[in-house]
C-alpha cells in the first residue's frame, strides 16, 4: 500500500496481474456483457490511480475494488433503466441473457451454472458472487452493498436457494428434443 | 441465517472461473491507470502545488495589470 501510495508502477502492476480477472469477471457476470464489463473495469482502475495517494494505509484493496465496481455497476444499471423506460414502448422485452461466458464454458455443469447466475436477479446476484466466489464474508460483502450484514446473509441464503433449485431442474430442450 | 461457508460455494469456484479482458484492453487499461497514477502522485506532491500556486500567483498579477491599465487612474 505505501509503494501504491508512492506511486510505483510495479505496485500498481502487482495488484493489478492479482485481481484484474477476479474483478472483470464479477462486471462481466453482473452486466452480462463484456463491452460494458471492459468500460466499468477501467473506470475502476483509473479511480484506483487517481486515489492512490490519499489511500489509508488499512485500506483493504480487494474490497475497495469491489465496493467501487459495484457502485458503478449500479450507477451504469440505473441509467439504462432510465433509458429503457424512455424506449421501451418502442422495444420488445429482453429474453433472459445467457451469461457472458457460457458458451466459453468447458463443461455441461459450468455452462448450467453461468446460466443460472446470469438468470438471478442482480441483488441476488451480486452477493453470491461476492461471497460465494469470491470467497468474502457476509459482514464484508455487507460493506461493499451497503447493507446489514444480517440482510447480507438473507440475500446469500436466498441466493443459494435460487441456485439449488434451478440446478435441480432437469435439462430443457428445444421442442421437448431429447439429445 | 445461514452458515458463512455452503457446499454450494464449492461447486461455483469450481465451475465459475475468472475470466480475462481480451488482452488489449487489459493492456489499455494499465497504461491509462499507471499514467492516471503518474498524474495523480505529482498532484499531491508539494512541488506541483508550488508551481500550480506560483501560475496562480502570475495569472491573478497580469489580470489586475491589465484592469489597472484600462480603468485605473492616470
Not at chain 2, 491509462?32 to 497514477?37: C, D, G, K, S, Y
Request: proline share 6%; with cysteine.
Amino acid at each position: 500500500m505505501i509503494r501504491l501510495r508512492r506511486g510505483e508502477p510495479r505496485a500498481f502492476d502487482e495488484i493489478y496481474e492479482l485481481l484484474r480477472a477476479r474483478l472483470w469477471s464479477f462486471l462481466a457476470r453482473m452486466t452480462g456483457r463484456r463491452d460494458q464489463a471492459d468500460d466499468l473495469s477501467q473506470e475502476v482502475w483509473l479511480r484506483l490511480a487517481r486515489t492512490a495517494p490519499r489511500l489509508a494505509d488499512d485500506t483493504r484493496l480487494a474490497a475497495w475494488l469491489f465496493t467501487v465496481a459495484r457502485n458503478l455497476y449500479v450507477s451504469q444499471w440505473r441509467s439504462a433503466r432510465v433509458a429503457q423506460q424512455l424506449v421501451g414502448e418502442l422495444l420488445p422485452p429482453d429474453p433472459i441473457a445467457a451469461g457472458p461466458f457460457e458458451a466459453a464454458a468447458s463443461t455441461q455443469t459450468a455452462a448450467r451454472v453461468e446460466r443460472a447466475i446470469a438468470a438471478l436477479p442482480p441483488t441476488y446476484r451480486e452477493v453470491l458472487l461476492l461471497c460465494g466466489v469470491e470467497g468474502l464474508a457476509p459482514r464484508e460483502a455487507a460493506v461493499i452493498l451497503g447493507t446489514s450484514p444480517e440482510a447480507t446473509r438473507q440475500r446469500l441464503s436466498r441466493a443459494r436457494a435460487m441456485i439449488e433449485q434451478a440446478l435441480a431442474e432437469p435439462l430443457g430442450y428445444p421442442d421437448g428434443e431429447s439429445p | 441465517m445461514t452458515d458463512d461457508h455452503h457446499p454450494l460455494d464449492d461447486l461455483l469456484r469450481a465451475q465459475l472461473v475468472a475470466h480475462e479482458p481480451a488482452p488489449a484492453v487489459a493492456a489499455a487499461t494499465r497504461d491509462l491507470a499507471l499514467l492516471e497514477l503518474h498524474h495523480a502522485r505529482r498532484r499531491s506532491g508539494w512541488r506541483y502545488r508550488l508551481e500550480a500556486g506560483a501560475m496562480l500567483a502570475a495569472a491573478a498579477g497580469q489580470l489586475i495589470w491589465v484592469f489597472g491599465t484600462l480603468f485605473g487612474n492616470r
